[in-house]
């Protein structure tokens, strides 16, 4: 079991040593992520310029690469055979913040894991729901145990093709958190907002702003499932496909300016 | 009806000004897009530092603005209010290739898209399935027909909230297109491969390199469809839930390690 450990807020982040310690006993493992913080990329694949890459060793002395790619690149270059050796399994984190709703789709942490889905890979995204900004190794303790347990499980019963699991984790001490929780993704409510200025040479400029995203936590969702104090797990496919609207657009009025406009479901 | 224009090619692109002229007959129309090209860029939203907004007009003499920031960026730009007016529906493209199976979580032209639905508005991704490297405007004389056929048809059908329209277009004469079809999200095949050199200096650094993707042109898919000569449209949704999983994950074996280990559905 060869196990690759990437993230998406870079090589020295707390998060990826404690993910790799997690999953440490649960076979090879081999660490290669970005130099730099990602975060808020989405899914980047780098084909314009050529990827360097370095040993870095993490602070606990055990190797590591560093790459000036993006979180997904990091993915492909292991997919690509860089470490010289298959890698079966792909975990990207512990993410010092949530990835819950539609960050999913931002988040590098979880394009990653997406990449290595694509690829035919099982792979998870792991994220503490953390309320500080700036976290120590410490702050991942439970998140660690966590991460190991679910990877041994993932290890263990196998994930379909096509599939990876989105795990979020509360901010509490082990003995506090109530469990685990299947979830469906929620819906976050983001709160963005244009914070119009003008630079001293009296041109515009803008920021988005506004607070962070909050969301609304329904049971059964990921949101739901954090704030009562559960570890949420849930399932991601790459198929978006909403089949649920096929009936509804086949019966669309079209004009027929095209000279075909039959619809024909296939 | 206000309709925003955005692409991820960036503000000179051709295809930005076919889908600018497909729509104006059909509301008031606002272009905002990159001033530079930002494929498989990911869904990126630019939070770390301000952005800058210019006019900056088509080629046709009209109004259009240009930002530095992400595809991404100009939604939410938009619906920030920056135009000083609510937008009703975004539209996105005409990307000059194809976006289709596993490459719409890379696509910035898909992004944009998933950026609106996020917000609530209806949108609608275009790409053209063009063999070619430059494109020109009358290169996009067909793909600007069926882009305003079928945003006609959503502006008179409406579109559920949380979903978007993927449309990919063949590369073809409009009396050759079949017409239209209803499909899925392809499987796409990769052919990413690790090209490795060594620089002048004597260090190694890494290509991404490798063939284009290609697909499986399935019947029902959205590869299928276009490599039939049809006009693909793919209903996508925000949710990633792979909701089938969940009955086979409940039934996963899970250690004992944490204190409540009990996976419950809610």
Known sequence: MHILVTNDDGIHAPGLLALAQAVRPLGKVSVLAPDRNWSASGHVKTLDRPLRVKEMPLEDGTSAFATDGAPSDCVALAICNFLGEKVDLVVSGINPYANLGHDVTYSGTVTAAMEAAIWGLPAIAFSLDSPKNHLTLADFQAAEQVARQITRAVIQNGLPEGNLLNVNIPFLPMNQIKGYRLTRMGLRVYHDKLDSRVDPRGRPYYWISGDSPTGIPERGSDIGAVADGFVSITPLKLDLTAYSLFP???????????????LESA
Do not use: R
Request: glycine share 6%.
């Open 248 to 262: 509804e657009l086949n019966q669309w009025e079209w004009d027929q300016e095209i000279g075909h406009p039959l």
